[in-house]
């Protein structure tokens, strides 16, 4: 039925698959950098969670840069990338020097606005850098990516708490050019599971793609909501109005790092779609319950409140970064372009939220409490989040009212004739091993003519009447005979990981097949015999 693959040599593939995902992990050192900057007092003169001016000013900084990024042209030369990527990392060393300085100055405030500033410009870089390397994997990747990243993060961000001031502080100095370096190695020895450039990164006069920024602007409302409250809430609490111990404030942050991995992990095996739908219904519930947790004056209790609001941050960051990556290969629009774009959402709630820091205080005051303003900013979180999904009864990875149709044969082209279609599904077939079965094992190339196209699908349809195969299964079947990875069926199919999972095992069974590799080659071969 097809050729076993020896143990040996799966475990070699597996080992060489690991050593080959360790780079991917860069984008953690960045957010880890974020979060030691401003939630430890490495770089605080007063002990507690850096709040103040460094942190306005990076709020300033990091919309201006992604917005920047999103406007500017595409690169034409990989130099001027590699410039680019310098200068990143040059504005976050300096950022971090200004800012250590001001400990020592007495134009403190004015260095750490400085500081705040100009460091800000190097992470808005780093993010659409990195998003554009997310946006080149196969969707199982870059969840588990993703995912370990943020764990990352938090590994970081924990030693950074222990260690000594000075060594923590060279430490965090350290971490742009550790996320540096992972780049540069994934640029030296690309991965196989990089997909090819979406059409739009090809060509730079078609840019967005298939990308609708009407549609794109709308789903940033309800981004720019949920930080809004994010941020007025962080405000509150370093400034004692609600009480929280600088200890338990940083272990808030751990904990709600982790826990936001462990709901990733969830929603990744039994969430029929990551979606901004599907992450609102999660963030709704959490955020509510922190505020609700307030009303009872209670340290414990605040300590748990803060506790979820980081929990909902974290998961809004790490669902929001996957989400754009897959909407980059749904729709063909250069990473750069949705990156800047979504990612200035996320950063200007942020800004939103301190703007609306002294309206807030006058509203906690004249209520003679704060909960009455965060329930205010939650209604209007609610609203912005209605708004942003109205309209659009299966919010996936793509803006488009015409998404794709169940797969055909001819969805499983060469790069050159999946460009000239008019619908690309630039990030296909890739195997769950990170291979890519079309490109490197010529196991299902297709052909793209519609007699062709009528041979797979005439093979799939016998093997699954020879089989027995369920309804589900019959649908399923040539997705994997296409070799594309479960989540990209899941999403396809708006079923969870799950179901596809238990679905996959059966048609494996049924058809005595060990691997999706041994199904692509019977399919393939019962093609040539149709």
């Not at 990338?81 to 020097?97: D, E, F, Q």
């Not at 540069?184 to 090809?202: D, F, G, I, N, V």
């Not at 920024?213 to 405000?235: P, Q």
Request: hydrophobic share 50%; net charge neutral.
């Amino acid at each position: 039925m097809g050729v076993r693959i020896p143990q040996r040599q799966k475990e070699a593939s597996a080992f060489a698959g690991v050593a080959e995902c360790l780079p991917d992990v860069g984008w953690g050192f960045i957010v880890a950098w974020g979060l030691s900057t401003v939630f430890t007092d490495v770089f605080s003169a007063s002990g507690s969670a850096n709040l103040g001016p460094f942190w306005f000013a990076s709020m300033v900084g990091a919309p201006a840069g992604l917005l920047l990024c999103f406007l500017a042209p595409r690169p034409a030369h990989a130099a001027v990338r590699n410039l680019t990527l310098l200068a990143a990392v040059s504005s976050m060393t300096l950022g971090l020097i200004l800012l250590a300085l001001s400990l020592q100055s007495g134009a403190g405030a004015e260095m750490q606005v400085a500081g705040g500033f100009v460091s800000s410009l190097g992470t808005a870089v780093f993010t659409v850098l990195w998003g554009s390397h997310y946006a080149r994997l196969d969707a199982a990747r870059i969840e588990r990516m993703a995912a370990c990243s943020l764990t990352v993060a938090f590994g970081c961000y924990a030693l950074v708490l222990v260690l000594p001031r000075t060594a923590a502080a060279l430490f965090v100095g350290c971490l742009p050019f550790l996320s540096c370096a992972c780049l540069m190695m994934l640029e030296s020895a690309p991965s196989r599971a990089r997909t090819p450039l979406p059409p739009a990164a090809k060509h730079p006069e078609n840019e967005l793609g298939r990308l609708n920024l009407a549609g794109f602007a709308r789903l940033g409302l309800g981004i720019v909501g949920a930080t809004s409250v994010v941020s007025v809430f962080w405000s509150w609490a370093s400034q004692g109005a609600i009480p929280v111990p600088p200890t338990a404030f940083s272990a808030c942050v751990l904990s709600g790092s982790l826990v936001a991995v462990v709901i990733m992990a969830y929603l990744a095996k039994y969430a029929r779609s990551l979606n901004l739908g599907m992450l609102y219904r999660w963030l709704l519930p959490i955020v509510s319950a922190a505020i609700a947790l307030l009303a009872f004056r209670s340290t414990s209790l605040d300590v748990f409140a803060t506790f979820l609001v980081f929990a909902a941050q974290a998961l809004l960051n790490l669902i929001t970064f996957i989400y754009f990556a897959e909407l980059s290969q749904r729709t063909g629009a250069s990473p750069v372009k949705v990156f800047g774009l979504g990612r200035f959402f996320l950063e200007a709630g942020f800004l939103a939220g301190l703007l609306l820091q002294p309206a807030a205080n006058a509203l906690a005051q004249a209520t003679g409490s704060y909960q009455g303003a965060l329930c205010v900013l939650l209604a209007a979180f609610v609203a912005l989040a209605m708004i942003s999904i109205a309209n659009q009864d299966r919010l996936a990875f793509t803006l488009d009212a015409d998404d794709e149709p169940a797969p055909q044969a001819a969805d499983a082209r060469t790069d050159e004739t999946a460009s000239s279609s008019n619908s690309p599904r630039p990030d296909g077939p890739v195997l769950d091993d990170g291979t890519r079965p079309a490109d490197e094992q010529g196991l299902c190339n297709a052909p793209a003519s519609p007699s062709g196209a009528d041979t797979f699908a005439e093979a799939c349809a016998a093997a699954s009447d020879q089989f027995g195969l369920t309804k589900r299964e019959r649908e399923i079947l040539p997705y994997l005979a296409q070799g594309y990875s479960l989540p990209y069926i899941r999403n396809e199919l708006y079923v969870s990981q799950s179901t596809i999972d238990t679905h996959v095992r059966h048609i494996y069974k049924k058809m005595g097949l060990h691997s999706k590799e041994e199904l692509i080659t019977y399919v393939r071969l019962r093609s040539k015999q149709q």
